[in-house]
C-alpha cells in the first residue's frame, strides 16, 4: 500500500478524512459485504524486503507520484512492520512516507493493517486500513494487495519490470475475484 506525506497544516483534515472514509469502509464490510479471498498464509520474513509497484488502482493520497514508486519492509523488534513508501513526483522529486503495518490474527495471517497517520493516533482503530494479501506467487516475487471492499488495488514485484504474460495471468486471477482490472493503472518504473 502506498501513501506519501502532506503538510502539517492539512495533516488533521487528512486524518479526519481516512477516519472517516476506513470507518465506513469497515462497517460495510461487517454487514455482510462479500469480501475479497486473501491467500491461504503470508510467511512475513519471506516478504520483507522491496516491492515495486506494477499498477495500481487511481487514489488521491498518490496523485503526485508520477513514477518509480515502491515500498520498503523491514521487520521491528516489536513484530510489527516497517513500511517505506517512494516515488517520483513530476518534479523529479523523491517524495516518501513512513509508515507502520502489523498483522492480524494468526503469525501466518495474510491480513495487515497499515498505518501512516501520526503515531499518536495509532490507539484509533479508525486510522488503520486493511491491506490484504490476495496473490502471492510460490517465490514471492508477484503480489496484489487489496481491501476487503476492493476499492484499492496495488499490483508489486520485486522487480522493476514484470513478464506480460505473468502479468496477464495475475489479471485473470483478480477478474475471478471480482476486480474490475480496467480501473488498473499502470506504474512508471524509470532507471
Same mark, same amino acid.
Given at each position: 500500500m502506498t501513501l506519501f506525506?502532506?503538510?502539517?497544516?492539512?495533516?488533521?483534515s487528512i486524518s479526519g478524512f481516512i477516519l472517516?472514509?476506513?470507518g465506513s469502509s469497515q462497517a460495510m464490510a461487517q454487514q455482510g459485504d462479500q469480501s475479497v479471498k486473501t491467500i491461504a498464509a503470508l510467511d512475513?520474513?519471506?516478504?520483507?524486503?522491496?516491492?515495486?509497484?506494477?499498477?495500481?488502482?487511481?487514489?488521491?493520497?498518490?496523485?503526485?507520484?508520477?513514477?518509480?514508486?515502491k515500498a520498503v519492509y523491514t521487520a521491528k523488534s516489536d513484530g510489527n512492520l516497517r513500511v517505506l513508501n517512494s516515488c517520483k513526483?513530476?518534479?523529479?522529486?523523491? !517524495?516518501?512516507?513512513?509508515? =507502520?503495518?502489523? @498483522?492480524?490474527? #494468526?503469525?501466518?495471517?495474510?491480513?495487515?493493517?497499515?498505518?501512516?497517520?501520526?503515531?499518536?493516533?495509532?490507539?484509533?482503530p479508525l486510522v488503520w486500513?486493511?491491506?490484504?494479501?490476495?496473490d502471492l506467487d510460490p517465490q514471492y516475487q508477484v503480489?496484489?494487495?487489496?481491501?476487503?471492499?476492493?476499492?484499492?488495488?496495488?499490483?508489486? !514485484?520485486?522487480?522493476?519490470? =514484470?513478464d506480460p @504474460?505473468?502479468? #496477464?495471468d495475475l489479471l485473470q486471477r483478480l477478474k475471478q475475484q471480482q476486480f474490475d482490472i480496467q480501473k488498473l493503472e499502470l506504474t512508471s518504473q524509470k532507471n
Open positions: 506525506s502532506y503538510p502539517r497544516a492539512s495533516l488533521i472517516i472514509a476506513v512475513v520474513p519471506r516478504y520483507l524486503g522491496t516491492w515495486y509497484e506494477i499498477a495500481k488502482f487511481p487514489n488521491w493520497f498518490q496523485k503526485k507520484c508520477v513514477s518509480n514508486t513526483t513530476a518534479g523529479g522529486e523523491t !517524495s516518501e512516507a513512513e509508515g =507502520l503495518a502489523r @498483522q492480524i490474527g #494468526a503469525k501466518d495471517s495474510p491480513k495487515l493493517e497499515v498505518r501512516f497517520a501520526p503515531e499518536w493516533l495509532s490507539f484509533l486500513g486493511d491491506y490484504w494479501v490476495i503480489a496484489a494487495v487489496s481491501d476487503p471492499r476492493r476499492e484499492y488495488l496495488w499490483v508489486l !514485484s520485486r522487480t522493476p519490470q =514484470l @504474460q505473468v502479468y #496477464a
